[in-house]
């Protein structure tokens, strides 16, 4: 089975702090992808990368950024946390050729104090 | 991406089929036509996935019509476990969309005793 693993599944940091969300799948996808859940919107892309070193900006990319120095492994950074951050942020990973079949993490819940 | 819609939420009991359908009038004829289930504090998992006609998995079922602008995701016998948020999406391969998945609202499925 494919999986796909996130740093933490509670996170509690305060404003203006910097954050690494971690994210590493062990079935050697080239695509991984990070989303944001709030309530009432769904999920909302915020960047993915097609392959190391190699970033795409998503639909919501304004106060993160990312970093894929390794093929199995996709950070999220904020790079100066905010309140209005305070989200589930999940993971996704899909092979090259894929029609769409995402595989995902459990999520970090993050709460921006 | 071809938007989608669906109902926000449906009500149904442990036993019954249920069946939870889908717009997307946009549908380019690339996409296929994919339905993810999420429970409560877990990300998203891919259920199926179709193009036209019918699909069946030891899941669910997907039903297409000829003209592709909708679509119907049958789950048969529910239980209480199948509770959950269901996804509707339509998008082509990780090659020629850009990795870009829309997840919409979804739809709140809540099965009873």
């Known amino acids: 089975d494919v999986k796909v693993t996130q740093s933490s599944r509670y996170l509690v940091k305060r404003t203006g702090e910097k954050v690494f969300l971690e994210c590493v799948q062990d079935?050697?996808?080239?695509?991984m992808f990070w989303y944001r859940q709030d309530p009432g919107l769904g999920l909302r892309l915020i960047y993915f990368?097609?392959?190391?070193?190699?970033?795409e900006k998503g639909d919501i990319p304004e106060g993160y950024s990312v970093s894929r120095e390794k093929k199995e492994r996709f950070s999220l950074i904020l790079e100066s946390a905010s309140t209005n951050q305070t989200s589930m942020y999940l993971c996704?990973?899909?092979?090259?050729?894929?029609?769409?079949?995402?595989?995902f993490g459990p999520g970090t819940r993050l709460t921006v104090t | 991406l071809a938007k989608t819609t669906q109902p926000i939420s449906m009500d149904s009991y442990e036993g019954q089929e249920v069946n939870i359908t889908c717009s997307h009038n946009n549908i380019a004829t690339n996409d296929y036509i994919t339905w993810y289930q999420q429970f409560p504090s877990q990300g998203p998992r891919f259920i199926i996935q179709?193009?036209?006609t019918k699909v069946t998995n030891e899941v669910a079922s997907l039903f297409i019509p000829a003209d592709r602008k909708s679509s119907t995701l049958s789950l048969p016998r529910v239980s209480l476990s199948d509770t959950a948020v269901y996804y509707c999406?339509?998008?082509?391969?990780?090659?020629?969309?850009?990795?870009?998945?829309?997840f919409g609202q979804g739809t709140e499925l809540s099965v009873k005793p």
């Open positions: 999406l339509v998008g082509g391969t990780i090659y020629n969309q850009g990795g870009k998945l829309i």
């Open positions: 990368s097609y392959d190391v070193k190699m970033k």
């Open positions: 996704a990973s899909i092979p090259t050729g894929s029609s769409y079949e995402q595989y």
């Open positions: 179709g193009y036209k």
């Open positions: 079935m050697d996808h080239e695509n």
